[in-house]
């Protein structure tokens, strides 16, 4: 079974920029997977940041971008706030009406 | 504003059956499919599956043989079963709407908070 992967863990400065992907245990991961981000702070519901790879959900800043890198789908923060310290987790399509969630990246603005 | 509301007993024990609603606000359900999500405590989400308007549904194979996904249209509503609880049941359950612009879904654009169901004896 195929496993989506994500960092467990990230941290990044204030005002820095920061990368998180989303890659698969077996194969490449590419637009045909239609990757989608989401923002989840504590006790709070997801929110989305990005679908369909790079379009921004309404209302989210352009701080937030999608993209494929190499293998992987990846989720670029520039100039990170305080208040982008949560947990972020990426889908894809698997096909056959099949959708999996990555893990889940914490990231930390210190 | 497109909302969506989830509903669910909040404590249930062992062996009994799960029934949560997710209403539709703010927009018609003719035309969406929903998916539903969960998530235990201190965990990440897991997809459940979804259900088309038209009431054709897909479960993850995992949950397959205990879940069950139906719509209401005339409530703006949608449903999800699972039968035999147990305590790795005990999951914030989510519905989400998928943003579908041709036949092919993209990802959610709208979620809902999310109802706590805890399975204790």
């Known amino acids: 079974q195929t496993v989506v992967t994500q960092e467990p863990s990230f941290s990044v400065s204030p005002g820095g920029t920061v990368t998180l992907t989303c890659g698969l245990s077996?194969?490449?991961?590419?637009?045909?997977?239609?990757p989608s981000w989401y923002q989840q702070t504590p006790g709070q519901a997801p929110r989305t940041l990005i679908y369909?790879?790079?379009a921004r959900s309404s209302g989210v800043p352009d701080r937030f971008s999608g993209s494929i890198l190499g293998n992987n789908a990846a989720l670029t923060i520039t100039g990170a706030q305080a208040d982008d310290e949560s947990d972020y987790y990426c889908?894809?399509?698997?096909?056959?009406?099949?959708?999996?969630f990555g893990g889940g990246t914490k990231l930390s603005v210190l | 504003q497109v909302q969506l509301q989830e509903s669910g007993p909040g404590l249930m024990k062992p062996s009994e059956t799960l029934s949560l609603t997710c209403t539709v606000s703010?927009?018609?359900?003719?035309?969406?499919?929903i998916a539903w999500i969960r998530q235990p405590p201190g965990k990440g989400l897991e997809w459940i599956g979804y259900?088309?308007?038209?009431?054709?549904?897909n479960y993850n194979p995992s949950h397959k043989s205990r879940v069950t996904f139906s719509v209401d249209m005339s409530k703006n509503q949608f449903s999800l079963k699972l039968t035999s609880v147990n305590a790795a049941d005990t999951a914030v359950y989510y519905c989400?709407?998928?943003?579908?612009?041709?036949?092919?879904?993209?990802?959610?654009?709208?979620w809902g908070q999310g109802t706590l169901v805890t399975v204790s004896s």
């Open positions: 989400a709407r998928y943003y579908c612009p041709d036949t092919v879904c993209r990802g959610f654009d709208y």
């Open positions: 703010g927009d018609s359900i003719n035309g969406h499919v």
């Open positions: 259900i088309y308007y038209t009431g054709g549904t």
């Open positions: 077996s194969g490449s991961v590419s637009t045909s997977h239609y």
């Open positions: 369909d790879t790079n």
């Open positions: 889908m894809l399509y698997m096909g056959s009406g099949f959708w999996v």
